[in-house]
């Protein structure tokens, strides 16, 4: 059982290369999240999507766009990477919409933008 | 919107000492706590949630926690740290009038020194 898995796991871009971190859940869940860990920030929620089909923004979705393929994967595109997207990117998934359910995360990508 | 506050970002305590991590969280009526912890170039996990009932919540790895609805607090203890504590340690809240959007706090890390 993989739970969540991201690739890739490292990352350097060039400033203004694309790129998209890919996000793969077995768990049969329905909602999944893209978030960065950034010092003394904490993490914070980029997108999620509650189910197949949607979408939502987050708290710094600026730069960033999400595509929920299907139920299993979720994806993060940066369309012209910027030095301010260098950061760790987690995803993370949840059996349902509501709030009482524990979410899974991925180990998560390193990304480096020079 | 929904926030959360650790109010310490780095803890420093000595194996076998106890040890409390602060969080704080703006009130809502219908919320769900959570407390992850971070293994050095890990993903997040689940340590323990407080969903309803009792107040106080029991977690894995000997810890706990105590919901306070009054002073809109869910602050973790340990009654006696081990060096394999060290750890960077996430307080979350998930708000169903929000879509249960989990939404985290800075973190803390806690360095346990023999």
């Known amino acids: 059982n993989a739970g969540v898995t991201q690739t890739p796991k490292f990352q350097v871009l060039k400033t203004g290369q694309s790129m998209t971190l890919q996000c793969a859940q077995d768990?049969?869940?329905?909602?999944m999240y893209w978030y960065r860990q950034d010092p003394g920030m904490g993490l914070r929620l980029i997108y999620y999507s509650a189910s197949e089909g949607t979408t939502d923004k987050g708290e710094v979705p600026n730069g960033y766009n999400v595509s929920r393929l299907n139920k299993r994967e979720f994806s993060l595109r940066l369309e012209s990477a910027a030095p301010s997207q260098t950061s760790v990117y987690f995803c993370?998934?949840?059996?349902?919409?509501?709030?009482?359910?524990?979410?899974?995360f991925g180990q998560g990508t390193r990304l480096t933008v020079v | 919107a929904q926030s959360v506050t650790q109010l310490d970002s780095q803890v420093p305590v000595f194996e076998e000492a106890p040890v409390e991590l602060r969080c704080n969280y703006s009130s809502s009526v219908s919320v769900y706590l959570f407390w992850y912890v971070q293994y050095p170039n890990q993903g997040l996990q689940l340590l323990l949630k407080y969903l309803s009932g009792s107040t106080l919540v029991k977690g894995i790895n000997g810890f706990e926690a105590e919901f306070n609805k009054s002073q809109t607090s869910f602050h973790l203890r340990k009654p006696s740290v081990h060096i394999s504590d060290t750890a960077e340690y996430f307080c979350?809240?998930?708000?169903?009038?929000?879509?249960?959007?989990?939404?985290f706090g800075q973190g803390t890390e806690l360095s346990v020194k023999p």
């Open positions: 979350a809240v998930s708000d169903y009038n929000q879509g249960g959007k989990l939404i």
């Open positions: 993370a998934s949840k059996v349902e919409r509501g709030g009482g359910t524990e979410a899974f």
């Open positions: 768990m049969n869940h329905n909602s």
